[in-house]
Structure formats: C-alpha cells, structure tokens
C-alpha cells in the first residue's frame, strides 16, 4: 500500500542536504580520477630501445638504422684494427 498523504515539497526539503553532499562528493571524485589519469600519462615514459619503432607523425615503420638514426650509447669504440685472421690484437 501507499501512503496517502505524501507532501513532495516537505520531501524535496528534508533531503536537499544528503543529496547535495552526494553530488558534491561525485564531483570531487570525479575530478581526482581526472587529475590523477593526467598525472600518469604526464609523468610516463615512452619506449625506447625497440629495434623498429613506429614515427609519430608520419606512421611509418623506423629500423633505427639510417642517418636519423641516434647512436648507441652502449656500442664499444674500435681502438685498434684487429688482426686479418680476426684472433688477436696487431701489435
């Protein structure tokens, strides 16, 4: 059964308050999850080292080989020829 005599402005009155708490607490929420996906996609880092990359401009697929290409920090220095049969340093 219903209740007869329902007073929606007594209603709308009485719950102002909880409601405009929960509204005030989603849209806080809201904006913390917003801040904080900004934050992560600011501070990420992007891949590096992958022998082919893909340009972000053009979309084209990059080996890493070519003139643009940038050097290997790690990749050792010839010092000396080695020797013809390739076992040992020449002297």
């Given at each position: 059964?219903?209740?007869?005599?329902?007073?929606?402005?007594?209603?709308?009155?009485?719950?102002?308050?909880?409601?405009?708490?929960?509204?005030?607490?989603?849209?806080?929420?809201a904006?913390?999850?917003?801040?904080?996906?900004?934050?992560?996609?600011?501070?990420?880092?992007?891949?590096?080292?992958a022998?082919?990359?893909?340009?972000?401009?053009?979309?084209?697929?990059?080996?890493?080989?070519?003139?643009?290409?940038?050097?290997?920090?790690?990749?050792?220095?010839?010092?000396?020829?080695?020797?013809?049969?390739?076992?040992?340093?020449?002297?």
């Amino acid at each position: 059964m219903s209740q007869p005599d329902t007073n929606l402005n007594a209603q709308i009155r009485r719950h102002k308050g909880p409601l405009l708490g929960i509204a005030a607490a989603a849209v806080f929420g809201a904006i913390m999850m917003v801040s904080w996906l900004s934050n992560e996609v600011v501070d990420a880092e992007s891949p590096q080292g992958a022998p082919t990359q893909i340009d972000g401009r053009t979309g084209e697929r990059v080996d890493g080989t070519g003139p643009d290409a940038p050097a290997e920090p790690d990749a050792p220095a010839e010092s000396a020829p080695r020797s013809p049969t390739g076992v040992g340093a020449t002297p």
